[in-house]
């Protein structure tokens, strides 16, 4: 297993609209990676343009090298979920996978493989797609996209419609896919859905990349230093933290400090103030991605050719 996708300066515009801005970003075998943003940031053109249903106007998409096109029996070796509804309300789940895997010359087994992987029973494989809830159209996706087996897989929203247990099901099949050398492409406009999966993120706004790199590297991007704190005599922690020489502003039921949790720890300890909370007060990457984003979605700001570059250009922010 192992093929990497890598997208190098691609751009697609619709008359006046650019849908895809010069994107450039690449996924790399064993590694999930989550392509996050706001609805039409341009996740899904992108993928379409991927997986040969759209065309670039400029740059290009390779997976192992290859454009998607010239990828003998792509379905062997790139499993494709873009939109669970996109097959024939008149069929049964059974009858869906039956045609892809004749198509992609696969024994019948491996159809009550899939079925039996997503969990949907004999019963409901032989209801038909237009019978499906949301979520057992993602399964019966799911199973679609990895009929063949593929090295790589590209999954556009596949947290849609699936309860708690649907959605902790398709994490662990994902890390157990990239466990084993499978490469992996997430898109999503909830982070909180792929924090917890991604190993790697892809951060759009206004069709253009804001961000990218693994968690700890993104949560850098934060270098505002604050704490925020809470004592059991607010006016001792007031005199105590300006004689140290920070300031602060109240907020919620405290504090928020611009130092450390160190530096008002050690002011605390100094002046004899009882703290009753002590935390970070940076940005959770959550508050980031919404920030990067929400930043672009408004100015359609130039993308930061760097980590560092994000950092400076977020403080100009502030």
């Excluded at 004689?243 to 450390?260: I, K, M, N, T, Y």
């Amino acid at each position: 297993m192992g093929r990497m996708i890598e997208v190098k300066n691609l751009t697609r515009t619709y008359g006046d609209h650019t849908a895809v801005d010069d994107v450039t970003f690449s996924c790399k075998p064993g590694r999930v990676t989550g392509f996050l943003g706001p609805n039409g940031a341009g996740k899904t053109t992108t993928m379409r343009i991927m997986v040969g249903l759209s065309s670039a106007s400029s740059g290009e998409v390779t997976i192992g090298g290859y454009d998607y096109h010239d990828i003998p029996n792509p379905g062997h070796h790139v499993g494709v979920l873009l939109d669970a509804g996109a097959q024939h309300s008149g069929r049964t789940g059974r009858e869906i996978l039956t045609i892809g895997a004749r198509t992609m010359r696969l024994p019948a087994s491996r159809v009550d493989e899939m079925l039996e992987m997503v969990s949907l029973t004999e019963t409901e494989s032989r209801r038909k797609l237009r019978n499906y809830s949301l979520g057992m159209k993602q399964r019966l996706g799911i199973a679609h996209a990895l009929l063949g087996d593929p090295e790589v897989l590209i999954l556009d929203e596949p947290a849609n419609g699936l309860d708690p247990a649907g959605i902790r099901w398709m994490r662990d099949l994902l890390r157990g896919y990239a466990g084993r050398g499978g490469t992996v492409l997430l898109s999503s406009h909830l982070l909180n859905e792929v924090e917890l999966v991604a190993d790697e993120m892809v951060l759009i706004g206004r069709g253009r990349i804001v961000a990218q790199g693994d968690k700890l590297s993104l949560a850098s991007l934060d270098t505002t230093e604050s704490t925020l704190v809470t004592a059991l005599d607010s006016e001792a922690l007031v005199r105590g933290i300006e004689a140290s020489g920070w300031s602060l502003a109240p907020e919620g039921d405290g504090f928020r400090v611009a130092a450390a949790p160190a530096d008002v720890s050690r002011a605390a300890i100094e002046h004899r103030i009882v703290l009753t909370d002590l935390r970070s007060g940076a940005a959770g990457l959550e508050d980031m991605f919404l920030e990067l984003t929400s930043t672009a979605q408004r100015e359609g700001a130039a993308a930061p050719e760097s980590l560092a570059s994000i950092s400076s250009a977020k403080g100009s922010h502030r």
